[in-house]
């Protein structure tokens, strides 16, 4: 006979699970913030900076999407330090996250602003506006609704590939189940609890985004009749 | 008084030479139509009187000041123009109120209650105080474009550009957007108007202006200019459109 479910073996541990689950929120609603916004300056620079901006910025796009993020974590971590730059692991998962959301984020985004109609971008001249003044006002409600699912999705990504943020120690709700497994021996049990957490996670980020983009994004319920 | 002067204005795309060589004038008050076949530049005229395309050569002042971007910033060129255009051009994520608004509070940086009285006496008189609170595709392609005069008023800008303003509209729709454009002539408005309205044309406008192929071809009172073409592409225009 095999061994038998016990979930009563993690009620020592709840306040390791508790840590470990505010720390992945936590994370991940500042990083899904932080990596958003600085995604929409990217895109903004990308089409509209100096050509040696656009190009160190295209550059960094690039090598953050084709590479993978436990690198791109690890060399924030253990190899910034040899340049001189020392950051605590909290701190390296932090830039890390937003990073890698800002770079695939930023690419999505620019779809839809080169999605923007042209006539639009006139009427905001035509009144005197410079064109930051027109992106933010004209072009970015329209292009982030455009993209909303898409960029839905990559902050759930990142959220998900947070887990390996407890590699560099930091403790996260991945870190609290590996802990704990190695004390009570209770693999089965532990990792089944964080794979319904990450669930539940990742399905009320998608409700969260949804029901601010049904205020944000309020003007488009018009056009559907 | 002289409030747009053109004066021998060029432009090209590439080698198409689209002006060659405008001049006009047009008075304080004076409402001016446009008319000319598909390509003759009326649009590229209208565009290089409010900058969204730069004139190779010329000149062109509106109230005794260069248009160019070294003597008149975006700011003090929307000031003086205003422009509606075919496709509306709304903001769709924006209220009518909101888009309205929205150039006197950025770029003008006025006081937000002020801009609002400004936005609801522009849509009173444009007929649609009621649409404030309402988003464009809530709205008819006729009250869009007159929202989006609304837009242009709020920055009271001394003259107005249409281009081809009722075009895009069902025909059941014109009516109530020309007579926003009339009742701004009436006002004492000046509107430099592109349109293929030719009842429009003879019975708002001063003056009439026919261009071909990059070049004023003909012009004067509509009266005269539809009733005594001179030119035989005008006359051909005219026996075409009519
Ligand atoms: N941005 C541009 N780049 C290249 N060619 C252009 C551009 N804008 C206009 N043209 C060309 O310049 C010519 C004149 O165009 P314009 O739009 O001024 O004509 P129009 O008199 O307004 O015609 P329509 O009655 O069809 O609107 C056309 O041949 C057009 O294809
Ligand atoms: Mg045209």
Redesign the pocket.
Known sequence: MGPTLDFLTLLPYVSELLKGFTTTVILTVVTTLTGLSLAVAVAYLRVNAQPWVRWGLGGYVEVTRNTPFIVQLFFIFFGLPGLGIKIDAITAAFIAMTLNLAAYSAEILRAGISATAKGQLEAGRALGMTTLQSYRHVVLVPAFARVYPALISQSIIVMLGSAVVSQISVFDLTYAANFIQSRNFRSFEVYLLITLVYLLLAFGMRRSFMLVGKRVFAYQQGEQR | MTLVYVDNVHKA??D?K?LKGINLSVAQGEVVAII??????????LRCLNQLEKHDSGQITIADKQLDAASMSPKELSENVGMVFQSFNLFPHKTVGENVCLAPLVVRGEEKAEVEKVAREVLEKVGLSDKYGAYPAQLSGGQQQRVAIARALAMRPKVMLCD?VTSALDPELVGEVLRVLEALAAEGMTLIL?THEMSFARDVADRVVF?HQGRIHEEGAPSELFSNPQTPELKQFISAVL
């Open positions: 795309f590439g198409l689209v000319g076949r598909s390509g003759s530049g009326k649009s590229t005229l081809e592109v261009m």
